[in-house]
């Protein structure tokens, strides 16, 4: 499965020339977008894309064209989610649950979740930040000069119940510092930076021009 919920990617556009793997949190403030998306192009064509390159990844077929003009790059996410086990037929994404990190045989029952990442500002202190509405990014050192650096997308601390605080607090965990939070709380470079969020089923992939995966590979 190519993708995971902490998964940084950036696209280009350049004939089928676009990477994955793009460490936006090593930048200062990668990006700096004002303008996230190119005019004419939506966060669900985006997801669309996903799909193609998911097929293409799984089939050994050429990569598909990206779906934009020459020069757009962006920092962003990608998640791939299925229903959750109920019985029921998912109908928002709070009853969909994470299979990048986990695997998944069946892709019809998929959905793409991209978020691009944009409006970075450097932040006053270290919680200088709205849970809900920012993503956060923390870059810092040790006393022997590492480097440490982890971020969490807006909808990380709001659905997990986090405060400011505490969010920090993981934060520093996930970057692998094994000191006390509080030691180099006055050592944060935070960074702060908003979302645009957009989800796209299998089953929504005919409302966007695709009529199902079997057809996903017209350039």
């Known amino acids: 499965m190519p993708a995971a919920l902490s998964k940084h990617m950036t696209f280009e556009q350049d004939g089928a020339d676009w990477s994955e793997g793009h460490d936006a949190a090593k930048e200062p403030h990668p990006g700096l977008l004002t303008k996230p998306l190119p005019c004419g192009l939506s966060a669900a064509e985006l997801c669309c894309f996903c799909f193609q390159v998911l097929r293409a990844h799984l089939e050994s077929l050429p990569l598909p064209r990206f779906p934009a003009d020459p020069g757009f790059k962006a920092p962003l996410f990608v998640t791939w989610l299925k229903p959750r086990q109920s019985g029921t037929n998912a109908t928002s994404t709070s009853q969909l649950e994470l299979r990048g990190c986990i695997g998944c045989l069946e892709v019809p029952s998929l959905t793409c979740r991209i978020s691009i990442l944009h409006q970075f500002e450097p932040c006053a202190h270290a919680f200088d930040w709205q849970v809900g509405v920012h993503g956060v990014l923390l870059n810092f050192s040790d006393s022997q000069g590492r480097r440490f650096s982890a971020t969490y ?29 509080q030691e180099i709380l006055d050592f944060l470079e935070v960074t702060r930076y908003q979302t645009i969020v957009e989800s796209v089923s299998y089953q929504d992939l005919a409302s966007y021009g695709f009529g199902g995966l079997p057809h996903l590979n017209s350039p």
């Open 153 to 181: 997308l807006p909808e990380v601390a709001k659905e997990h119940g986090m405060t400011r605080e505490v969010a920090i607090r993981e934060l520093v965990a996930k970057s692998g510092y094994a000191g006390p939070c």
